[in-house]
């Protein structure tokens, strides 16, 4: 059986962020591969503990909207 790794999100400001910088967390899918520059990985939110995927790369994005609840959360 797969091991699931979750990383816990912490609530962030989203008024000291760029807001280009805030990507969109999206509800998980079936996936075993991780990439090694630019991964996803699943990320639980700070407000109502729905499981993000979201990109793990500071360069892209700084936090995420959770598609669950929408409150904002850093990785």
């Known amino acids: 059986m797969a091991e699931a790794k979750i990383k816990i999100?912490?609530?962030?400001?989203k008024d000291k962020v760029?807001?280009?910088k805030i990507g969109k967390g999206k509800k998980p899918s079936q996936r075993d591969?991780?990439?090694q520059y630019q991964y996803w990985s699943a990320v639980s939110c700070w407000n109502c503990w729905s499981v993000n995927e979201?990109?793990?790369?500071?360069?892209?994005?700084?936090?995420?909207?959770?598609?669950q609840c929408g409150a904002y959360f850093e990785v």
């Not at 999100?9 to 400001?13: E, M, N």
């Open 9 to 13: 999100g912490k609530k962030g400001d």
């Open 18 to 20: 760029d807001q280009k």
């Open 33 to 35: 591969v991780e990439g």
């Open 54 to 67: 979201a990109v793990i790369d500071t360069q892209q994005y700084l936090g995420y909207w959770c598609w």
